[in-house]
């Protein structure tokens, strides 16, 4: 059954194992061109918080539940009117569990949500039409256009200049909580943009999309990792943003046959061997390859499910990135500790 907003929608299917936090999926930018497939069988069943919210917008597709409910009354947002708002579909009465087998053996991501009129055929042919996810410029259609501030919490630490490929919210609020005075710029700015600002700290972003056809954003990061290791502002990459650094270093990103999205990932810190659980969401990942260790970089983290490399440390001291999310959102926030790291780095 079609619910929320009843209409049609395309896009790549991709599952999530969150048992919660839809309102910060739909409104998550990596999520954009996505038809997000909930593992868990039942949604809808609290309010969600505006506060909680990723973006001023649902950049999610479509939503495949296998048991939407309503839930009790008071204030907050109900999915299905988040949903409806927005003008995308929930559907529901999915098994939601066996689709995402099939998504794991490799099934077709590219789908279409859509009424049955008509019989399968043009439903089948419209999802073979829908433009590929790699394809679409997705970082242009989530980040900020124009450059924006964001005040510390408390006494200013560090300045740290973010360029937005799409940033959560909740990124920006841990970095502030932290001391950090941001200074977000849109997805084009120069090396000399960030130059310009003085910044203690450069974190590159999270963002949607496939990060091999950025050119441009990958030029500009290979700048600014040069200058980091010869004394400039150190830098932290997180998702996407770690991607670009190792796209920038020469290495190989690749699209993974099971994407990681959910709040349930174990990543071990190679170094310590210490465990944390994360929020994940990723479709691509670095490669573990010899140019990793040609460019100067060790892997300092991998994904205890399937060996990815989920994080990276260069041999400068002066470059970090993980592929998770470690301000989590929804998810454990066990991560974090990345976030203390690389201000305490940038503030001594």
């Given at each position: 059954?079609?619910?929320?907003?009843?209409?049609?929608?395309?896009?790549?299917?991709?599952?999530?194992?969150?048992?919660?936090?839809?309102?910060?999926?739909?409104?998550?930018?990596?999520?954009?061109?996505?038809?997000?497939?909930?593992?868990?069988?039942?949604?809808?069943?609290?309010?969600?918080?505006?506060?909680?919210?990723?973006?001023?917008?649902?950049?999610?597709?479509?939503?495949?539940?296998?048991?939407?409910?309503?839930?009790?009354?008071?204030?907050?947002?109900?999915?299905?009117?988040?949903?409806?708002?927005?003008?995308?579909?929930?559907?529901?009465?999915?098994?939601?569990?066996?689709?995402?087998?099939?998504?794991?053996?490799?099934?077709?991501?590219?789908?279409?949500?859509?009424?049955a009129a008509g019989g399968?055929?043009?439903?089948?042919?419209?999802?073979?039409?829908?433009?590929?996810?790699?394809?679409?410029?997705?970082?242009?259609?989530?980040?900020?256009?124009?450059?924006?501030?964001?005040?510390?919490?408390?006494?200013?630490?560090?300045?740290?200049?973010?360029?937005?490929?799409?940033?959560?919210?909740?990124?920006?609020?841990?970095?502030?909580?932290?001391?950090?005075?941001?200074?977000?710029?849109?997805?084009?700015?120069?090396?000399?943009?960030?130059?310009?600002?003085?910044?203690?700290?450069?974190?590159?972003?999270?963002?949607?999309?496939?990060?091999?056809?950025?050119?441009?954003?990958?030029?500009?990061v290979r700048q600014l990792?040069?200058?980091?290791?010869?004394?400039?502002?150190?830098?932290?990459?997180?998702?996407?943003?770690?991607?670009?650094?190792?796209?920038?270093?020469?290495?190989?990103?690749?699209?993974?046959?099971?994407?990681?999205?959910?709040?349930?990932?174990?990543?071990?810190?190679?170094?310590?061997?210490?465990?944390?659980?994360?929020?994940?969401?990723?479709?691509?990942?670095?490669?573990?390859?010899?140019?990793?260790?040609?460019?100067?970089?060790?892997?300092?983290?991998?994904d205890l499910n399937d060996?990815?490399?989920?994080?990276?440390?260069?041999?400068?001291?002066?470059?970090?990135?993980?592929?998770?999310?470690?301000?989590?959102?929804?998810?454990?926030?066990?991560?974090?500790?990345?976030?203390?790291?690389?201000?305490?780095?940038?503030?001594?």
């Open positions: 059954m079609l619910r929320g907003a009843g209409t049609s929608a395309e896009g790549d299917l991709i599952f999530t194992t969150a048992a919660t936090g839809w309102g910060e999926i739909l409104t998550d930018p990596s999520y954009a061109g996505q038809m997000v497939v909930l593992t868990h069988p039942m949604a809808g069943s609290y309010r969600i918080d505006p506060g909680d919210l990723e973006s001023s917008r649902v950049h999610a597709r479509a939503l495949i539940v296998t048991r939407l409910v309503a839930p009790p009354a008071g204030p907050g947002l109900d999915l299905e009117g988040m949903a409806r708002d927005a003008g995308i579909p929930i559907l529901t009465g999915v098994d939601t569990r066996a689709l995402t087998l099939e998504l794991r053996r490799g099934a077709a991501r590219r789908a279409v949500v859509r009424r399968a055929t043009p439903a089948v042919a419209a999802a073979r039409a829908s433009a590929a996810w790699e394809s679409v410029d997705h970082v242009a259609a989530v980040a900020t256009e124009q450059p924006f501030h964001v005040p510390p919490v408390g006494e200013r630490r560090l300045r740290v200049v973010l360029i937005d490929y799409g940033v959560k919210r909740s990124l920006l609020a841990a970095l502030a909580a932290r001391g950090a005075e941001i200074v977000g710029l849109p997805p084009g700015a120069a090396a000399d943009d960030v130059a310009a600002i003085r910044p203690d700290l450069v974190v590159l972003s999270p963002g949607p999309g496939d990060p091999a056809r950025m050119e441009r954003q990958i030029a500009v990792s040069s200058g980091a290791i010869a004394g400039g502002p150190r830098i932290l990459g997180i998702c996407l943003g770690h991607q670009l650094l190792a796209l920038a270093a020469g290495c190989q990103t690749q699209r993974l046959s099971v994407g990681h999205h959910g709040g349930n990932h174990a990543v071990i810190e190679v170094a310590t061997g210490r465990v944390d659980i994360g929020a994940h969401n990723h479709e691509v990942a670095v490669l573990a390859r010899p140019e990793l260790a040609a460019a100067g970089f060790a892997i300092s983290h991998r060996d990815t490399v989920e994080g990276l440390v260069h041999r400068s001291g002066r470059i970090a990135s993980v592929q998770f999310h470690p301000e989590g959102a929804p998810g454990p926030t066990d991560g974090a500790r990345v976030l203390d790291a690389a201000i305490q780095a940038a503030t001594r």
